[in-house]
């Protein structure tokens, strides 16, 4: 950033410099000076493009964002009421009155009791037809017998 300001700013300049000792490498701690001529383009265009990527990088969505809206969309729900369902705060109220069945779920009932019963007569038919054969054999065995 100093940089594109337009100074070259070092901390411990020296620290790799292979001719000087070890407590020289570290004199002087840090340097500051102004930069060469003929570097304002490029000081520009870095400036930009780290701007930009910076602009960027902060309008993009995060997962925290997604956190603080489910967050609010659950605040939002708990202050309405919408969150849990009043169905048996409903019945609750509704506790002492009769519970009457409309006219067409009489019809339905009666219609599914008729089909019932078709199909419980046709098994007992069925197990009578049964019974009658095993009978009929046993005669036949009874009278093979004699």
């Not at 100074?7 to 411990?12: D, H």
């Not at 520009?44 to 902060?58: D, E, R």
């Not at 019963?117 to 095993?134: C, G, H, N, P, R």
Request: proline content about 3%; hydrophobic content about 40%; aromatic content about 14%.
């Amino acid at each position: 950033m100093i940089w594109i300001l337009g100074y070259e700013f070092w901390f411990l300049p020296n620290l790799f410099d292979e001719d000087l000792g070890f407590i020289e490498s570290f004199i002087p701690l840090y340097s500051c000076e102004r930069t060469k001529s003929g570097q304002l383009i490029y000081r520009v265009s870095i400036a930009v493009a780290f701007f930009s990527f910076s602009y960027w990088a902060v309008t993009q969505p995060s997962e925290f964002d997604g956190f603080v809206a489910a967050q609010g969309d659950f605040i939002k729900d708990l202050y309405a009421g919408t969150l849990l369902s009043d169905m048996s705060q409903n019945d609750k109220e509704n506790i002492d009155k009769p519970k009457m069945p409309s006219l067409e779920d009489l019809l339905k009932n009666l219609d599914s009791d008729d089909e019932e019963e078709e199909v419980e007569k046709t098994e007992e038919e069925a197990m009578d037809a049964l019974f009658d054969s095993l009978m009929d054999e046993e005669e036949v065995l009874d009278e093979d017998e004699e």
